[in-house]
T-cell receptor, first 112, second 111 residues
Framework: DGGITQSPKYLFRKEGQNVTLSCEQN?????MYWYRQDPGQGLRLIYY???????QKGDIAEGYSVSREKKESFPLTVTSAQKNPTAFYLC???????????FGQGTRLTVV | GQQVMQIPQYQHVQEGEDFTTYCNSS?????IQWYKQRPGGHPVFLIQ?????EVKKQKRLTFQFGEAKKNSSLHITATQTTDVGTYFC???????????FGGGTRVLVKP
């Protein structure tokens, strides 16, 4: 089945450690996105990518990094520089930014 | 930068009643999209509006895009318990490819 997969679903890390969240899609979509959602809040854009080897900062990119070496994959690294990393992270993809996005199941990151 | 605002933030609705949620962008949009997120789930794409003044319907849901392509609304008639969740609008700027979400309207239905 085609879809977008995020792993793991739950992730725990100690403060000061970098952590990488996986996002893979087999929908042949060009565009991919990373959003952060805090409890009871909306979605805030971290990074987005329209094509392989290219990505742009979103509204809250500080403390995060991404790569887009393959069309199918858009991993997000939460670095130790991110002051409040505990959140629900959602990855999405779309054919272009002009179409509806498909979301993964999300990764709930807890930093202790 | 681009901002997308939604009101109300919360909507408590009696089952069977109608309600409307509104979305406003600080910039002109190329298109606007609507999503629904059930509690504990991920956002699911509902619809996209592209043309100025466009109106689309999905069963009990009616979506409208403003003439200036800066605002949108979602109207739900005869609310059911299955309508519970958070409804987000998301805008794409005419000059860019960034998909920016509003803060969402959290809908609770009273049986």
């Amino acid at each position: 089945d085609g879809g977008i997969t995020q792993s793991p679903k739950y992730l725990f890390r100690k403060e000061g450690q970098n952590v990488t969240l996986s996002c893979e899609q087999n929908l042949n979509h060009d565009a991919m996105y990373w959003y952060r959602q805090d409890p009871g809040q909306g979605l805030r854009l971290i990074y987005y990518s329209q094509i392989v080897n290219d990505f742009q900062k979103g509204d809250i990119a500080e403390g995060y990094s991404v790569s887009r070496e393959k069309k199918e994959s858009f991993p997000l690294t939460v670095t130790s520089a991110q002051k409040n990393p505990t959140a629900f992270y959602l990855c999405a993809s779309s054919t272009t930014s002009q179409r509806g996005a498909f979301f993964g199941q999300g990764t709930r990151l807890t930093v202790v | 930068g681009q901002q997308v605002m939604q009101i109300p933030q919360y909507q408590h609705v009696q089952e069977g009643e109608d309600f409307t949620t509104y979305c406003n962008s600080s910039t002109t949009l190329s298109n606007i999209q609507w999503y629904k997120q059930r509690p504990g789930g991920h956002p699911v794409f509902l619809i996209q509006l592209v043309k100025s003044g466009e109106v689309k319907k999905q069963k009990r849901l009616t979506f409208q895009f403003g003439e200036a392509k800066k605002n949108s609304s979602l109207h739900i008639t005869a609310t059911q318990t299955t309508d519970v969740g958070t409804y987000f609008c998301a805008g794409v700027r005419a000059a860019g490819n960034k998909l920016t979400f509003g803060g969402g309207t959290r809908v609770l239905v009273k049986p």
